[in-house]
């Protein structure tokens, strides 16, 4: 059987550029770890989901694994791709249809993981108008991010912000830059971890803990993995990436993040692969930030690192993500 690697065609004058054109890299390293392993595969990018089935069309019996990010016609469209799939009869890789659509809104994993009693930060959605008053938000410090978008993008080293007119400034940046609505989030003095998860044949298996390593940062620099950070290489000073995995911290705290990450992929309803990351603040309490479904798959993402951490070879990886998508 073979594989169609789907993916969205990528821009050099996109608006975020560095996370728009890294699909590239986990194209060539889905390709170069599915020959590996002997599996026929082949590429096909699209930049609209009308797309899709001339794409896929020439291999009716193949798995898509899907690695499309974004698509012309909305900045949600690309959460449909599995559903477009699944109307042609293929199956295709990682999260479905409603899953992605709930973890790229902020506002709605938030509310779907606090009704199943798992914390995460306070924050308002500010679809319109300005940021409400002081007194109606939670107390500051506030990170302003946006409501709908992935990959840090929309998230400068200036997110971080204890003063009303700054979130407000913030907020009208972030539709202008990212055009959707923004978030102002409470935001969590502490340290930050992140839980790859992995599906198999006995259920969803949780990878070692990995922490962003806050003390390579610069004094000037705010302890957020920003755009910057996550995208432009040389940001932390003479550090590719500022993760250590595992992450130094005991084996109670390493089982409660990795078991919060468990039920945070039940409630999301996540699949194949994923990343969830968090913050602890000063008194030891966890929140989850974000659900990441189909989280980067290069070689230089939290993703592979955990599970190399883990003792899982790339190409044992791909296997399981692709039988996830059989079953």
Known sequence: MGIVILHNLTSETAAWRESDTGVNDQVSEAASGLRALGVSCRTAGVRRLADIPAAVSSTPSAIVFNLVEALDDS????????????????????????????????????????CRGIPVPEGVEIHSGAVPEAGTLSPPPWIVKPLRADGSEGILDDAVTSDPSKADFLVRRIRD????????????????????????AEGVEAMPVSEIDFSLFPNSRPQIVDYAVKWVPGTVPGVVSPRRIPAHIPPD??????????????????????????????????????????????????FRAAIKAAGITWPQCLVRILDAACR
């Open 75 to 114: 900045i949600s469209d690309f959460n449909l791709v599995p559903a477009v799939c699944k109307a042609l009869g293929m199956r295709c890789t990682g999260a479905g249809t409603p899953n992605l659509l709930l973890t790229f809104d902020k506002g709605l994993t938030k509310h779907c993981l606090s």
């Open 177 to 200: 830059s990212c055009g959707c609505p923004a978030l102002v989030e409470k935001f969590i003095e502490g340290s930050e971890f992140g839980v790859s998860l992995l599906e198999g």
């Open 253 to 302: 705290l390493s089982d409660r993040i990795r078991e919060t990450a468990r039920r945070a992929w039940l409630a999301a309803g996540c699949a194949g692969y994923a990343r969830i990351d968090f913050r602890m603040d000063r008194e030891g309490r966890l929140f989850v930030i974000e659900v990441n479904s189909n989280p980067d798959v290069s070689a230089r993402g939290a």
